[in-house]
């Protein structure tokens, strides 16, 4: 495939993507190596145990439905990014104020990501964990640059080649953080009084909380988890960044792949990661807040967690940086996305030298996801809102307006409130309603004063034509290659798959193994390595083989 990715056009037909890729990007982005981090957080956070458990299901339902109903249909309707359609609503000096903001936001969640990366290498060479905001050990520098030089090195490549390194690797990694919990589990088990085996719901709710979520009776508890898991990645669906990504997208109901990334990602390996950071935790007699990724990774899987720390916060930088990487390109379309990625990888990897990005990560992904999203209910309101209203879309581009002072108003206002807000009393997790609210209302009546309400009749009869033939040209395309037939291939392709397959279902079974105790937990983590091996070496060949297919399939 080209490395061109329409940085200024809709994605033409021929571009769009396969449901495989966004299933194995959600599930492989989200999925990362901070999910030990957050999953630990929970744990030191003294929230309960159905706390945690009813809150996450809440959140997490909630962040798929934004991203299944608000960002996918907006992506799939326009084909273009979020800084080429901000452009078209807020003109270039709006667009190039969001994209700075934008992009070093972004940098500093892929530098968290790449921190973490680094984090399992450093247990390999046992150097001390990094848990202060600044590096003491040159040597955990020099792995997190080589670490960000390779993960930057695969963001310049594009959208397929990202979805394609998740696609191999979200799989595995899943099944790491699943296995890891249950493998640990008999280690809180021998230390929880008056358990001895686990037989119940009620054994594993004493165990959990015993030793897991302790339910201190602090401020934090039921709808503070449910709120931080919405907004956890606000900027990527209520915000609309994941446009960027979703335009790629054959069908805009591809956006419930999300539910992938959330029930999987950040319901699933966020429990078993709580888990595993307590299991940690218990033995090394150390406090769970002193921890980090690879500390936690290593007590429970071994060489396997090393490598899946490591995976993980590759699956999840790559994306980060692409979607950076076009922020900063959107601010001169005349340089090179590849050239503009390697240079955002470059100060990205510089970021993640400091580990202050994942020792706050909580408060910064909440902070970045209310900074971004007043960009993302301005999008909403003149795409869905305006025409409903009487209002015209593009009212400023129409009206040759190089920023949309409206939007820019709305956008910094939209931050004092929230602002005022949070120093009222209101928590950090809780501002997203009002500021979306104030961000809607505020907007369209700035909007309508300063030129929304006339109708541009002529410069919107011929926007609205061209995209009329685009949509047609798009649906002709995939009708005509919808009924794809099977290649020659297709047998030895799914012989990979299958036995890739068959690698993590021994996976599986060995932590069920362990759990009943006849594996002791290093025997478990000296045999999950080998069908690791095995799953890794099965699955390229079977990527190799389908993408073999997909390009036959396109010639035809």
Same mark, same amino acid.
């Given at each position: 495939m080209s490395t061109s990715e329409f940085d200024r056009s809709p994605v033409p037909p021929q571009q769009l993507q396969p449901a495989r890729h966004f299933a194995a990007s959600y599930a492989g982005e989200h999925a990362a190596g901070t999910e030990f981090v957050i999953g630990a957080t929970f744990v030191a956070w003294g929230v309960g145990t159905m706390d945690i458990l009813l809150g996450l299901l809440l959140g997490n339902l909630l962040a798929v439905l934004c991203w299944a109903l608000l960002c996918a249909p907006i992506a799939v309707d326009t084909r273009l990014t979020l800084y080429a359609y901000l452009e078209k609503i807020g003109g270039k000096g709006t667009v190039r104020l969001y994209s700075i903001v934008n992009g070093i936001m972004f940098c500093v969640l892929a530098g968290a990501m790449i921190t973490v990366s680094a984090s399992a290498v450093r247990v390999m060479f046992d150097l001390p964990a990094e848990v202060h905001w600044y590096p *003491?050990? %040159?040597s955990f520098v020099a792995i997190a640059l080589v670490v960000g030089a390779v993960i930057a @090195?695969? @963001?310049?490549?594009?959208? @397929?080649?990202?979805?394609?390194f998740a696609e191999v690797c979200a799989p595995w990694m899943v099944m790491m953080f699943l296995i890891g919990g249950i493998a640990i589990l008999p280690t809180l088990l021998q230390a929880t009084p008056g358990v001895s085996s686990i037989g119940s719901w009620d054994d594993?709710?004493?165990i959990a909380d015993t030793w897991i979520w302790? $339910? *201190? $009776?602090?401020?934090l508890g039921f709808w503070h988890v449910a709120a931080f898991a919405w907004i956890c990645n606000l900027a990527m669906h209520g915000g609309m960044a994941d446009m960027t990504i979703l335009r790629f997208a054959r069908k805009s109901q591809y956006g419930y792949f999300s539910a992938l990334g959330m029930f999987i990602g950040h319901y699933m390996a966020w429990v078993c990661a709580g888990i595993m950071g307590a299991g940690a935790a218990l033995l090394l007699t150390t406090p769970i807040n002193q921890l980090d990724a690879g500390a936690v990774a290593y007590q429970a899987l071994g060489a396997a967690g090393i490598l899946a720390v490591i995976i993980a916060g590759w699956t999840t930088a790559n994306p980060t940086i692409?979607? %950076?990487g076009l922020a900063f390109q959107s601010l001169n379309p005349s340089w090179s996305r590849e050239k503009v990625t390697a240079v955002t990888g470059v100060v990205t990897t510089i970021i993640a030298c400091f580990p202050f990005v994942f020792t706050k990560l909580l408060d910064f992904v909440g902070?970045?996801?209310? *900074?971004?999203?007043?960009i993302g209910a301005i999008i909403i309101t003149e795409h869905w809102l305006f025409p409903k209203l009487g209002l015209t879309r593009y009212w400023a581009t129409y009206s040759n307006r190089f920023t949309n002072w409206a939007a820019v108003i709305t956008w910094l206002s939209a931050l004092v409130f929230a602002y005022i807000l949070n120093n009222a009393g209101l928590h950090l997790f809780f501002l997203l309603l009002p500021a979306w609210a104030y961000t809607m209302v505020v907007y369209t009546l700035l909007a309508k004063a300063m030129g929304a309400k006339q109708s541009h009749t002529d410069a919107a009869r011929q926007d609205q034509a061209a995209e009329q033939a685009r949509k047609l040209a798009e649906q002709a395309y995939l009708t005509a290659h919808q009924q794809a037939g099977h290649s020659s291939a297709d047998k030895g392709r799914n012989l990979f798959g299958f036995a890739s397959v068959a690698a993590l279902i021994v996976c599986f079974g060995l932590s069920i193994i362990t759990l009943t105790g006849d594996l002791t937990l290093e025997q478990f983590k000296h045999y999950v390595s080998w069908p690791t091996v095995a799953y890794f070496v099965f699955s390229i060949v079977w990527l190799w083989e389908q993408n073999r297919r997909d390009k036959q399939l396109a010639g035809k």
């Open positions: *003491t050990s %040159a @090195a695969i @963001a310049t490549k594009g959208f @397929a080649r990202v979805a394609q594993l709710r004493t302790k $339910d *201190t $009776d602090g401020e692409y979607r %950076a902070l970045m996801g209310l *900074t971004l999203a007043p």
